[in-house]
């Protein structure tokens, strides 16, 4: 299984980004996804995740700015991210839960900045 993650970036306060989670070995659709992240200095937190039947989470800081979703032509994982603040600040990282294995991408850096 591979996730390799990619979008993040420089963007303003207030401003929005997506990031886009393409992984092979597995079928995104028929998996436990999520998005994680973690800032310097914290532990990782979860973000958002997405069951195979399309049920969302979101944690609390998040939720109404972001959303996740699938491109099942693309096997992949979306996490749109609106209205930013600086605290999104961190490293993001997608997650497959398969059985009782968790596979992680590499991270991509969001960073919230004026």
């Known amino acids: 299984v591979q996730l390799q993650a990619s979008g993040g970036g420089l963007v303003r306060p207030g401003g929005s980004v997506r990031l886009s989670c393409a992984a092979s070995?597995?079928?995104?659709?028929?998996?436990?996804m999520g998005w994680y992240r973690q800032a310097p200095g914290k532990q990782r937190e979860l973000v958002a995740t997405?069951?195979?039947?399309?049920?969302?989470n979101y944690a609390g800081s998040v939720k109404g700015r972001f959303t996740i979703s699938r491109d099942n032509a693309k096997n992949a994982v979306n996490l749109q991210m609106n209205s930013l603040k600086p605290e999104d600040t961190a490293d993001y990282f997608c997650?497959?839960?398969?059985?009782?294995?968790?596979?992680w991408g590499q991270g991509t850096q969001v960073t919230v900045s004026s």
């Open positions: 997650n497959a839960a398969v059985l009782t294995t968790h596979y």
């Open positions: 070995g597995i079928i995104v659709s028929r998996n436990y």
């Open positions: 997405i069951t195979s039947g399309g049920t969302t």
